[in-house]
């Protein structure tokens, strides 16, 4: 790998034109979406926090560990940040992989850049892509660039670089990391420039875009053209954020946050048509072209809230509650041992191995193998490919119901089994494209926490 401060400059004149430093609106220029590609919008994404999936806890640790991504169906490997990690005011005993203290270089606790660069090329090797977690709004207190460019970051009223502000103005409690400035003209080349380093020489094929909507629209106007346009293959952008204009500024996929917070409701107690009542409306609110990320954990949630097996009820819950987000309009993401129904709740700022040998790992992985390969490979659950509806059942509390096409999802969200009937959709004969079972009658009786994906085609 080139030096840092030559591939920088390099890229700087290159981009000069793209930088003008003359006063821009609030918001930049809408872009639309890159045209439609097969892997991005069929994928499922796998998120690798790189210190616990492994006993060595490395770049190494996951090239080892392909096997057991694939087995879970994901072909997309979401890696948390590769970058070395902040000293200066870190929190916990190994600080956070989002306080970045060089966008250009490996943590060397992860491996060195050859590792790096096995770990790609050997996902390739098996069809694989492999996007990188990117930390733009701010970088670790002992950044070359709190030296070199105090100028690249904003100051408090004293003078005084400040702690990252929300997205409402309000100051965070994110005290092991610096906020950079985007209205500098030079700070915006110098991100597009590392981001560009690592799909042109490390060979990445996408991003996830830590607190997109904490850096301003100007900016991802400027830098999602210019990252498109450095290779000539497709690439995965992905916009931490929820709100729908991000997909209008070039991101593929959005986090489906409401979604997550409302399933949990409905473990709670809430109604489950609401669920996809309130689905339908936010799917036919996004720009054409525009997917949700669905998950049911991912590295903050489990570090702050509970793991699926614990939050959803069990083993039957989890299960459960990812037919449910899995196969509505999106694409689904795995965490971190997610599919093997792992307990362990994973902080962020130590280490704690994945434990892999779980009590039921030789039926749980082929069950979230199986609805993966749904979400990936039947036309009905890709973009396009099916009409997306509420289905009415004789239990809207305790039933989420939701068609795709001609295909019926069918979950109960109820720990006692739940009996009911459908309105307007011949379930007899309908085969369950999880178990490959045919529905006889015209009464569905699911278990506790039972799900079903009927259709009626041949299997």
Sequence with gaps: MRS???LVATCLALLAAACRPAARPAAGPLITLAPDTSWVTRGALYEVNIRDFSQTGDLRGVTAGLDRIQASGADV??????????VMNRKGPL?????V???HAIDSAFGTAEDFQSLVRTAHERGMKVILDWVPDHTAWDHAWIREHPDWYVHDDSGRISVPRDAEGK???WTDVAQLDFRNPALRAAMIAEMRYWLVEAGLDGFRVDVAGFVPDAFWSECLPALRAAVPRPILLLAEWGAPRMHRLGFDLTYAWD??????GVWRGAWADSLVRAEVADVRGLPAGGMRLRFTT???ETAWDNPPVTLFGGAAGARAAFVATALLPGRPLLYNGQEVENPQKL???????????QRDTLASRPFYRRVLDLARTDSVFLRGGGEFAAVETSAPRDVIAYRRGGTLVLVNARSRQVRFTVTGVAVDGARDLLTDRVQRGGAVALPAYGAVVLVRRAP
């Design 4 to 6: 840092r401060l030559a």
């Design 77 to 86: 490997i979401w890696l948390m940040p590769v970058h070395p990690v902040g």
């Design 95 to 99: 600080g956070s992989a989002y306080s």
């Design 101 to 103: 203290r060089d966008y």
């Design 171 to 173: 100051l965070t409690d």
């Design 259 to 264: 979604a997550y917070s409302r399933l949990k």
């Design 298 to 300: 991912n590295h903050d």
């Design 347 to 357: 902080g962020l700022f130590v280490r704690d191995s994945l434990v892999w040998a």
